[in-house]
């Protein structure tokens, strides 16, 4: 069965520091990712996805099919950067599964 | 344009009580989704419908069950609620499948005494 996990539950961070929000997934075939974002009072919303290799709001993610990873980062952080963000995979080939982590907290203190 | 449009926004029930969460949106969307979103465990999918007139169990359909009335809307019911269904509730849609582009509504917090 796919799996996604995020280890951090809270990352807490200052102002233009780098960040990295770690995602590991389980997966056997060959797997879409995503980041979605929920900012505070704001829906849920996509932030990015592997296969369009975008970057967003200066983040990046890159899939590692080695080590399963596909970890956000962005290399300055903002103030306005702070909100919910989950990790999420889907598989073509499985119906409309989309499953994701249990999320990390991105506080960026000033 | 409302996008996903969910109602109510908040609700509390005692155990046993019955109700339905309406979700409608405007985008000509195939795919629906409901999801509940617990502290630690993220996104759970409780069961999604590819297209109006088909729906399948998500990851955990127990003690609900759900209505695709049309191709805009897709009703989540609670027939016997539980304090094990607190939650917040999230419905989606998509284009196709979910490996498009995922619009969420703004999620309706349950409590379930």
């Known amino acids: 069965a796919q799996r996604v996990t995020q280890p951090e539950k809270l990352l807490s961070v200052f102002k233009g520091a780098p960040v990295e929000l770690k995602c590991n997934y389980s997966?056997?075939?060959?797997?879409?990712l995503f980041w979605y974002v929920q900012y505070s009072r704001q829906r849920l919303q996509l932030l990015l996805r592997?296969?369009s290799r975008e970057s967003i709001k200066g983040f990046t993610a890159d899939l590692n099919k080695g080590e399963t990873s596909f970890h956000l980062k962005k290399p300055f952080a903002q103030e306005e950067d702070s909100a919910m963000y989950y990790c999420a995979l889907s598989q073509r080939n499985a119906g409309n599964m989309l499953t994701f982590g249990g999320g990390t907290r991105l506080m960026v203190k000033p | 344009n409302a996008g996903v449009t969910q109602t109510p926004k908040f609700q509390v029930l005692k155990t046993g009580q019955s109700m339905t969460l309406q979700c409608a949106q405007d985008m000509n969307h195939n795919s629906m989704y409901w999801y509940r979103q617990d502290p630690g465990m993220g996104l759970r999918l409780i069961y999604y419908?590819?297209?109006?007139?088909?729906?399948d169990k998500g990851e955990v359909p127990n003690g609900y069950n759900v209505s695709r009335l049309n191709k805009r809307e897709f009703s989540l019911r609670l027939e016997s609620a539980a304090p094990s269904q607190t939650s917040v509730y999230f419905c989606a849609s998509s284009v196709g499948g979910s490996f498009e582009k995922l619009f969420f509504g703004s999620g309706t917090q349950l409590s379930v005494l």
């Open positions: 419908s590819a297209s109006e007139g088909t729906t």
């Open positions: 997966y056997s075939g060959s797997p879409e």
């Open positions: 592997h296969i």
